[in-house]
Nanobody
């Protein structure tokens, strides 16, 4: 599956952004979908994941209560609603697809099979 992320931009601290990721080429509902982020000079880190039909979600502790992941399989899309943004949320955000057949903690980048390009989120203080 090919993935294309969008929705990044510049926002003030406390503001909100909604990232989108659209999948092409394969049955979108076959994949667990995740969002990761990578700040300059840092490793790529897990942000959130959602199960095949959206019934289960998982979040990094740093974003719990502020970010919400969701998906619309009929649109081949996954979203990341980001509220109460902080300067430390500044990073390139990547969507990823995982062919796993069982749901569980999947927070490592090498557990995901397909990646989109990054979309930059910059949060000013």
């Amino acid at each position: 599956v090919q993935l294309q992320a969008s929705g990044g931009g510049l926002v003030q601290a406390g503001g909100s952004l909604r990232l989108s990721c659209t999948g092409y080429g394969r049955t979108f509902s076959d994949y667990i979908m995740g969002w990761f982020r990578q700040a300059p000079g840092k490793e790529r880190e897990f942000v959130a994941a959602v199960s095949w039909q959206g019934g289960s979600t998982d979040y990094a502790d740093s974003v719990k209560g502020r970010f919400t992941i969701s998906r619309e399989n009929f649109k081949n899309a996954v979203y990341l609603q980001m509220n109460s943004l902080k300067p430390e949320d500044t990073a390139d955000y990547f969507c990823a697809a995982d062919r796993a057949v069982t749901w569980g903690t999947r927070t490592l980048p090498n557990e995901y099979d397909y990646w989109g390009q990054g979309t930059l989120v910059t949060v000013s203080s």
